[in-house]
């Protein structure tokens, strides 16, 4: 399987060699889109930016999707981390808690500024971890202990300005990160070797659903209608 910036969307497709990854033979194709790019990111989150320490409390925005559920099953199985969930559907709370988050909230039925505070007695999170944007940069400081962290990778939300008092007012560290910036360094080579590694011996899942190829605009559409959870992957 490889790496492609643009032109994956086709029945045969070129690429270079060095952005090539072996798939195990246990693995399926549609078990290796599920881990190929979201796996590294969510390797990024976790150990490169996040620099998630045992028993720190993690709040995950988009849990359900491909990158969240992963950052999700690193917590569980590689540290002590208690990971709360955030999601827009009871469907999704059902697959995050699936994927092992400790709790999950319904971020269209309940203020998750206000759960989350409740569920860490008022502390907050040691650390964010961020695709949404948009509204969610103007509350997420309050959800974050002082001298937390807080990653933002993505504008899935929409664009919106941060408040820099707010960052301020909590000393946070804040890292705000795309996946292209770091391909070449040793970071994202130790994000190949984790994939690699992962893929041999985890337990593997397969998309969530398929749509045939000449279905793509299709697949966009339910994917921008906020229907999916988990992979959803084009199939020739």
Not at 76 to 82: D, L, P, T, Y
Not at 84 to 98: G, V
Not at 194 to 214: H, I, M
Request: proline letters at 4%.
């Amino acid at each position: 399987m490889a790496d492609m910036h643009t032109g994956g969307y086709a029945e045969f497709a070129t690429a270079a060699v060095r952005d090539l990854v072996r798939l195990p033979e246990r693995a399926s194709f549609l078990q290796g889109v599920v881990y190929l790019v979201n796996l590294r990111i969510a390797y990024l989150y976790y150990y490169t930016f996040g620099q998630v320490q045992p028993g720190d409390v993690l709040m995950v925005h988009a849990a359900a999707g491909g990158i969240g559920t992963l950052v999700t099953q690193i917590a569980k199985r590689r540290g002590s981390n208690v990971v709360i969930a955030l999601a827009s559907s009871d469907e999704k709370l059902a697959h995050c808690r699936a994927a092992g988050a400790d709790y999950a909230i319904n971020i269209r039925s309940a203020d998750y500024v206000t759960e989350v505070l409740r569920i860490t007695g008022g502390r907050g999170v040691d650390v964010s971890m961020n695709s949404v944007a948009g509204p969610t940069l103007q509350t997420d400081p309050a959800a974050i202990r002082p001298r937390g962290r807080w990653l933002i990778n993505g504008y899935a939300g929409g664009r919106a300005l941060l408040d820099p008092n707010a960052i301020m007012h909590k000393s946070l560290t804040l890292s705000v990160f795309s996946v292209y910036t770091v391909r070449r360094d040793e970071e994202f080579t130790k994000a190949t070797a984790f994939l690699d590694e992962w893929l041999r011996t985890e337990p593997l899942e397969s998309c969530t659903r398929t749509f045939p190829l000449e279905a793509a605009e299709e697949a966009h559409r339910w994917i921008e209608g906020r229907h999916s959870h988990g992979k959803i992957a084009l199939v020739p």
